[in-house]
DNA sequence: AACCATTGCAACCGCAACATC
DNA sequence: AGATGTTGCGGTTGCAATGGT
């Protein structure tokens, strides 16, 4: 049991994943009462998370407009042009790409684009000479000079990284699930 | 069928900025 | 003006799912 026991009323705080019913309070909560202090949020709806877990998960889950399935092509390269530009700013990319949060394109970045950067500079550095590259490898850090057109973009354009097949099937369960979610909440609250 | 390695994502943590008292 | 609380952000971790041997 992970809980801090504190002298007084700090009871336990939960942590880890959050379970359909914590989730189903959460929603109930916002749509009686909207969002507000997230502490206070959490309290009196009765979770007993954190305000910012209480927050985190709804910005980054349950909230209604949050799109989920596979990152399009487009969207890619939205978002390495974004991050050319701004660098690891996670929200501003995300208010570019709507439905989607910043947690969610910050993992994409990091599992799927920065590794196949990684691949890309390694066969880079072995088909040319190292000198003649130095300079324009991604890895001199994203600072806001670097242009979205440098080699590393160009091959990752000509190579979609992102198999679209899947896209619906995510799609649709995501949507699925929530539907439930927002359904039943739709009973419950008034 | 069982085991191990890899992948992808949800969630947590720490910190800084901002707001309020 | 300083203290305290809250929010937002970016980095990191833990773990379930999946694939390979």
New binding site residues.
Partial sequence: MDKKTCNSQEVDV?????TTEEDLILINYIANHG???????ARSAGLK?????C???W???LRPDVR?G?ITPEEQLLIMELHAR??????????HLPGRT???I???W???IQ?KIKQAETFTNQNFDATQNAGTSYSSGPSDGVQPCSPMYMNNNTDPMVTPMSAES?ESFWSMSMEDLWSSHLFSAD
Avoid at 49 to 53: E, H, I, L, N, Y
């Fill in positions: 939960r942590k880890g994943p959050w969002e507000g202090v997230w502490n206070t949020l998370r954190t305000g910012k877990s927050r985190l998960r910005l980054n889950y989920r596979n701004w660098g690891n700013r996670w929200s501003k990319i995300a208010r910043d947690n969610e910050k993992n994409y990091r599992t799927r590794k995510s």
